[in-house]
């Protein structure tokens, strides 16, 4: 297969989950707000339980694959052998969502299955990618958030009636069938590598002390993500919990479009030319970033135009009064995107602490902002304050990064 026709190829798989995820939105607000709200506390902590059970532990067994010239799976081993050492120390603590209410008992077992099941088969999705099997990696990705909600879709369109508990039973099996990836992994290795050379202790030590900045990092980014929804459903009705969620996910489209048409297949090769320092460096990071810009920009109009015709034709006019929430959480996700170029140059010059400490900050102010305001002014406090985070990462980013560029 050459290489424009399987670009191609990645991009049809892409898309088709990225309009399965939008249909899926689009019916199910239309089914019903309030239980659209609920299901998206639901998706919230199983994504945040993804990351914490994980604890970005992949960067260093993958940078440790990548030494031994891909020979062998025995840091990918360690790697799961950590999550084994993780999961009865962390998988407790989601409890703590059921015991405050945010989450109904009645679905707890299938919760705790979807989260397990959906952290292994993301690890296994970015083992595919270090093991240069991207169409593998993308049918992963296409089985886990977006083939499953071919089911829901049928039920809204039958009219059976959709429950929490049967929306997490689906997203289980979608799960299920992207675990079975991990047969290719298993079958490029299978011939050198039937051993396990035993339990390393300070390897899995390094590890955590090398993934912790990025761990730190992402966490409190998705706490500026997904904190509000917590917040609005301790304070505010399931309905506008599920009119805010609608419009977040709606708005993180722009994020998820320039991902998949720039982001993934521009960042290999800038992050490996700022390394590297070659010849042109700064060329290739400034064309990455107007690429970035130019196509986040475009998307971002292409939402604010759509989205009213999109709720006339869902029969949800009624929320056009929320429309400046829409637009305000458009606007941060495009400052968002116009950090990531400045993101892979701190990246690039392995500054992971000052990463960190820069969302860190702006996760202490977008939570107790949402703490402080939402009571009083509702959905609308929510939006301007993930704005305000987003404006904070963005310009710590910008200028942290700028000085470590190369000349131009």
């Known amino acids: 297969m050459t290489r424009l026709r399987q670009q191609l190829l990645f991009l049809i798989i892409r898309f088709a989950g990225l309009g399965l995820r939008l249909l899926f939105f689009a019916l199910f607000f239309r089914y019903s707000e309030a239980l659209y709200g609920r299901y998206g506390i639901v998706a919230v902590s199983i994504t945040l339980g993804t990351y914490l059970l994980g604890f970005e532990f992949y960067n260093y067994a993958q940078r440790e694959w990548l030494k031994t010239h891909g020979q062998g799976l025995q840091p990918f081993k360690h790697q799961f052998l950590f999550y084994l050492l993780v999961y009865p120390v962390v998988l407790p603590l989601f409890y703590l969502l059921f015991y405050f209410g945010f989450l109904d008992r009645s679905y707890l077992l299938w919760f705790y299955a979807v989260l397990i099941a959906e952290h292994l088969s993301l690890e296994v999705?970015?083992?595919?990618?270090?093991?240069?099997?991207?169409?593998?990696?993308?049918?992963?990705?296409?089985?886990?958030?977006?083939?499953?909600?071919?089911?829901?879709?049928?039920?809204?369109?039958?009219?059976?009636?959709?429950?929490?508990?049967?929306?997490?039973?689906?997203?289980?099996?979608?799960?299920?069938?992207?675990l079975a990836t991990v047969w290719i992994i298993w079958r490029q290795h299978r011939a050198h590598d039937k051993s396990f050379n035993g339990f390393d202790k300070q390897w899995i030590l390094k590890g955590l002390r090398t993934g912790l900045p990025f761990f730190l990092a992402v966490i409190h980014f998705k706490a500026v993500e997904f904190s509000d929804r917590y917040v609005i459903d301790w304070f505010a009705d399931d309905v506008r919990l599920g009119v805010y969620t609608f419009f977040a996910n709606m708005s993180q489209l722009v994020n998820t479009v320039v991902y998949t048409t720039v982001v993934s297949v521009m960042y290999p090769h800038v992050v490996e030319s700022l390394m590297n320092r070659q010849p042109g460096a700064r060329q290739t990071w400034t064309h990455f970033t107007a690429q970035v810009r130019k196509w986040t920009l475009i998307t971002a109009a292409g939402a604010l135009v759509a989205m009213p015709l999109l709720l006339y034709l869902l029969g949800k006019q009624v929320h056009l009064q929320y429309y400046d929430v829409f637009a305000v959480l458009v606007v941060a996700n495009v400052l968002y995107n116009f950090s990531v170029p400045y993101h892979f140059a701190l990246y690039s010059a392995r500054k992971d602490w000052l990463l960190a400490r820069a969302v860190i900050f702006a996760a202490a102010v977008n939570l107790g902002l949402n703490l402080l305001l939402v009571p009083r002014l509702g959905i609308r406090a929510a939006a301007w304050t993930t704005l305000l985070a987003m404006w904070i990462i963005y310009l710590v980013k910008k200028r942290a990064a700028r000085p470590l560029l190369p000349a131009a």
């Not at 999705?125 to 071919?150: C, D, E, T």
């Open 125 to 178: 999705y970015r083992i595919l990618f270090v093991l240069q099997k991207p169409l593998w990696a993308n049918i992963n990705l296409f089985l886990r958030s977006g083939f499953w909600m071919i089911f829901p879709l049928w039920d809204i369109w039958t009219g059976r009636p959709l429950t929490i508990d049967r929306l997490l039973r689906y997203w289980f099996a979608g799960d299920l069938l992207a």
